[in-house]
Protein backbone atom coordinates (compact mmCIF):
# COMPACT_ATOMS: atom_id res chain seq x y z
CA UNK A 1 0.00 0.00 0.00
CA UNK A 2 1.30 3.90 -0.46
CA UNK A 3 -1.61 5.20 1.42
CA UNK A 4 -4.25 4.12 3.74
CA UNK A 5 -7.58 6.29 4.60
CA UNK A 6 -10.94 5.58 6.45
CA UNK A 7 -14.16 6.84 5.66
CA UNK A 8 -16.85 8.32 7.91
CA UNK A 9 -18.77 4.76 7.95
CA UNK A 10 -15.69 2.56 8.78
CA UNK A 11 -14.76 1.72 5.20
CA UNK A 12 -10.84 1.50 4.65
CA UNK A 13 -9.47 2.48 1.14
CA UNK A 14 -6.17 1.36 0.73
CA UNK A 15 -3.93 3.24 -1.95
CA UNK A 16 -1.58 0.70 -3.68
CA UNK A 17 0.99 1.18 -7.17
CA UNK A 18 -1.87 -0.57 -8.92
CA UNK A 19 -5.30 0.98 -7.93
CA UNK A 20 -7.73 1.58 -5.43
CA UNK A 21 -9.21 -1.30 -3.00
CA UNK A 22 -12.02 -0.92 -0.36
CA UNK A 23 -11.72 -2.63 2.88
CA UNK A 24 -15.78 -3.39 4.35
CA UNK A 25 -14.85 -4.05 8.65
CA UNK A 26 -18.17 -5.27 8.71
CA UNK A 27 -18.17 -8.18 5.96
CA UNK A 28 -14.02 -8.37 6.41
CA UNK A 29 -13.59 -8.57 2.55
CA UNK A 30 -11.67 -6.30 -0.05
CA UNK A 31 -13.38 -5.18 -2.84
CA UNK A 32 -10.80 -3.45 -5.53
CA UNK A 33 -12.25 -0.19 -7.12
CA UNK A 34 -9.78 1.14 -9.94
CA UNK A 35 -7.27 -0.93 -11.62
CA UNK A 36 -6.73 -3.60 -13.59
CA UNK A 37 -10.06 -5.19 -13.03
CA UNK A 38 -11.75 -1.91 -13.28
CA UNK A 39 -9.27 0.36 -15.85
CA UNK A 40 -10.33 3.51 -16.56
CA UNK A 41 -11.78 4.80 -13.39
CA UNK A 42 -8.81 6.50 -12.08
CA UNK A 43 -6.59 8.92 -13.87
CA UNK A 44 -3.88 6.36 -13.11
CA UNK A 45 -3.92 3.28 -11.21
CA UNK A 46 -0.35 4.42 -9.29
CA UNK A 47 -2.17 6.75 -6.22
CA UNK A 48 0.30 8.78 -4.20
CA UNK A 49 -2.53 10.03 -1.41
CA UNK A 50 -5.74 9.98 -0.27
CA UNK A 51 -7.95 12.61 1.28
CA UNK A 52 -11.66 12.75 2.23
CA UNK A 53 -13.41 16.02 2.37
CA UNK A 54 -16.26 17.80 4.50
CA UNK A 55 -18.61 16.32 1.84
CA UNK A 56 -17.07 13.09 2.19
CA UNK A 57 -15.99 12.59 -1.10
CA UNK A 58 -12.81 10.81 -1.68
CA UNK A 59 -9.91 12.31 -3.25
CA UNK A 60 -6.97 10.42 -4.97
CA UNK A 61 -4.29 12.15 -5.56
CA UNK A 62 -1.84 9.72 -8.76
CA UNK A 63 0.97 10.08 -11.19
CA UNK A 64 -0.99 11.58 -13.68
CA UNK A 65 -3.69 13.90 -12.06
CA UNK A 66 -6.51 13.70 -9.23
CA UNK A 67 -9.64 11.28 -9.32
CA UNK A 68 -12.93 12.21 -7.16
CA UNK A 69 -15.07 9.50 -5.85
CA UNK A 70 -18.45 10.54 -5.15
CA UNK A 71 -19.60 8.91 -1.55
CA UNK A 72 -23.19 8.25 -2.30
CA UNK A 73 -22.98 6.20 -5.71
CA UNK A 74 -18.83 5.56 -6.20
CA UNK A 75 -19.41 7.36 -9.37
CA UNK A 76 -15.44 8.80 -10.30
CA UNK A 77 -14.61 12.30 -11.70
CA UNK A 78 -11.12 13.05 -13.38
CA UNK A 79 -9.51 16.22 -12.80
CA UNK A 80 -6.07 17.44 -14.15
CA UNK A 81 -4.39 20.06 -12.35
CA UNK A 82 -3.02 23.05 -14.67
CA UNK A 83 -1.57 26.29 -14.42
CA UNK A 84 -0.67 29.03 -16.21
CA UNK A 85 -1.00 26.40 -19.21
CA UNK A 86 1.50 24.02 -17.23
CA UNK A 87 0.84 21.24 -16.30
CA UNK A 88 0.68 19.44 -12.14
CA UNK A 89 -0.27 16.01 -13.29
CA UNK A 90 1.98 14.46 -10.54
CA UNK A 91 -0.65 14.46 -7.29
CA UNK A 92 1.38 13.46 -3.81
CA UNK A 93 -0.60 14.81 -1.17
CA UNK A 94 -3.76 16.92 -0.86
CA UNK A 95 -5.35 18.57 1.90
CA UNK A 96 -8.89 20.54 2.40
CA UNK A 97 -8.66 24.17 2.99
CA UNK A 98 -12.90 24.55 3.08
CA UNK A 99 -15.75 23.10 1.88
CA UNK A 100 -14.93 25.01 -1.85
CA UNK A 101 -11.50 24.05 -2.38
CA UNK A 102 -8.67 21.72 -1.76
CA UNK A 103 -4.72 22.14 -1.72
CA UNK A 104 -2.68 20.16 -3.62
CA UNK A 105 1.15 19.29 -3.20
CA UNK A 106 3.51 17.75 -6.35
CA UNK A 107 6.33 17.21 -4.29
CA UNK A 108 7.75 20.83 -3.53
CA UNK A 109 5.11 23.89 -4.38
CA UNK A 110 1.50 24.23 -3.60
CA UNK A 111 -1.46 24.52 -5.99
CA UNK A 112 -4.88 25.83 -4.52
CA UNK A 113 -8.11 24.19 -6.42
CA UNK A 114 -11.28 25.85 -6.25
CA UNK A 115 -13.90 22.52 -6.57
CA UNK A 116 -17.02 24.87 -7.94
CA UNK A 117 -15.09 27.23 -10.11
CA UNK A 118 -12.80 24.81 -11.66
CA UNK A 119 -9.47 26.76 -10.95
CA UNK A 120 -5.96 25.87 -10.36
CA UNK A 121 -4.08 29.10 -8.50
CA UNK A 122 -0.32 27.99 -7.85
CA UNK A 123 0.12 29.41 -3.88
CA UNK A 124 3.03 31.43 -3.22
CA UNK A 125 4.75 31.47 -0.13
CA UNK A 126 8.21 32.44 1.44
CA UNK A 127 11.41 29.96 2.10
CA UNK A 128 10.04 27.22 -0.61
CA UNK A 129 11.15 24.15 0.15
CA UNK A 130 13.11 21.29 -2.17
CA UNK A 131 10.53 18.96 -0.74
CA UNK A 132 7.10 18.09 0.94
CA UNK A 133 6.63 14.64 2.45
CA UNK A 134 3.39 15.47 3.52
CA UNK A 135 0.71 18.17 3.77
CA UNK A 136 -2.70 18.58 6.50
CA UNK A 137 -4.71 20.88 8.14
CA UNK A 138 -5.72 21.32 11.72
CA UNK A 139 -9.23 21.69 12.87
CA UNK A 140 -8.29 25.75 13.10
CA UNK A 141 -7.36 25.74 9.76
CA UNK A 142 -3.55 26.39 9.78
CA UNK A 143 -1.89 23.91 7.01
CA UNK A 144 1.22 22.31 8.01
CA UNK A 145 3.54 20.83 5.37
CA UNK A 146 6.07 17.88 6.77
CA UNK A 147 9.63 18.29 4.55
CA UNK A 148 13.20 17.27 4.97
CA UNK A 149 14.00 20.70 6.78
CA UNK A 150 11.36 20.17 9.82
CA UNK A 151 7.61 21.14 10.04
CA UNK A 152 6.47 24.30 8.30
CA UNK A 153 3.31 25.76 9.61
CA UNK A 154 1.16 28.16 7.38
CA UNK A 155 -1.45 30.56 8.46
CA UNK A 156 -4.39 29.84 5.87
CA UNK A 157 -4.98 33.76 5.98
CA UNK A 158 -2.03 35.70 5.03
CA UNK A 159 0.18 32.16 4.52
CA UNK A 160 3.11 33.49 7.05
CA UNK A 161 5.00 30.52 7.92
CA UNK A 162 6.49 29.48 11.13
CA UNK A 163 9.53 26.58 10.98
CA UNK A 164 10.16 23.65 13.52
CA UNK A 165 13.12 22.00 13.49
CA UNK A 166 15.51 19.66 15.72
CA UNK A 167 17.70 22.39 16.16
CA UNK A 168 16.72 25.59 17.27
CA UNK A 169 13.10 26.39 17.60
CA UNK A 170 10.86 25.87 20.46
CA UNK A 171 9.28 23.12 21.08
CA UNK A 172 12.05 20.82 19.17
CA UNK A 173 11.08 18.31 17.05
CA UNK A 174 12.86 14.40 17.69
CA UNK A 175 14.40 14.81 14.39
CA UNK A 176 14.85 16.91 11.57
CA UNK A 177 12.94 15.03 8.64
CA UNK A 178 9.10 15.01 8.84
CA UNK A 179 7.28 12.54 6.64
CA UNK A 180 4.09 12.35 8.29
CA UNK A 181 1.79 14.95 9.78
CA UNK A 182 -1.81 13.67 11.36
CA UNK A 183 -4.26 16.40 12.94
CA UNK A 184 -5.96 14.78 15.64
CA UNK A 185 -9.77 16.12 17.06
CA UNK A 186 -7.97 16.35 20.18
CA UNK A 187 -6.65 19.88 18.81
CA UNK A 188 -3.19 17.66 18.61
CA UNK A 189 -0.66 16.92 15.95
CA UNK A 190 1.20 13.57 15.05
CA UNK A 191 4.48 13.95 13.76
CA UNK A 192 6.28 11.16 12.33
CA UNK A 193 9.81 10.72 11.04
CA UNK A 194 12.37 9.38 8.49
CA UNK A 195 13.55 7.90 11.85
CA UNK A 196 12.41 5.36 14.96
CA UNK A 197 10.57 8.32 16.80
CA UNK A 198 7.38 9.82 16.48
CA UNK A 199 5.74 12.65 18.58
CA UNK A 200 2.80 14.16 19.53
CA UNK A 201 2.19 18.21 19.60
CA UNK A 202 -0.70 19.86 21.90
CA UNK A 203 -1.94 22.89 19.70
CA UNK A 204 -2.80 24.38 22.22
CA UNK A 205 -0.08 25.11 24.47
CA UNK A 206 2.31 24.14 21.87
CA UNK A 207 4.15 21.23 23.87
CA UNK A 208 5.44 18.10 22.79
CA UNK A 209 6.41 14.33 23.49
CA UNK A 210 8.32 12.07 21.79
CA UNK A 211 7.95 8.63 21.44
CA UNK A 212 10.05 5.66 20.18
CA UNK A 213 8.36 3.39 17.28
CA UNK A 214 7.95 -0.09 18.80
CA UNK A 215 9.80 -1.83 16.75
CA UNK A 216 12.53 0.64 16.11
CA UNK A 217 11.40 1.48 11.76
CA UNK A 218 10.41 4.80 10.74
CA UNK A 219 7.10 6.23 10.84
CA UNK A 220 5.32 6.03 6.58
CA UNK A 221 1.61 6.92 8.52
CA UNK A 222 -0.63 7.35 10.83
CA UNK A 223 -4.66 5.68 11.20
CA UNK A 224 -7.15 6.64 13.24
CA UNK A 225 -8.72 3.62 13.96
CA UNK A 226 -11.71 3.15 16.18
CA UNK A 227 -12.77 -0.36 17.33
Known sequence: PTCIKADPNGNIWIGTTKGLLLFNIQQKIFKEMAGFSAPGLLTDNHVNCLFIDFENSLWVGTNNGISRVDPVDFAFYSYYPSVAGVQHNKVSKITGLN???????????????????????????????????DLATDPSGNIWLGTPEGLLKLRKMNLSI?????????????????????????NSLLIGYDQNKFSILNLNTFSIKHFSTLDGSRVVGFYNYKP
Open 99 to 133: HESILISGGSGLIRFDIAGGQYEEVPFLDPVDRIN
Open 162 to 186: RNLNSVNTNPTLAFESVTEVFPTAE
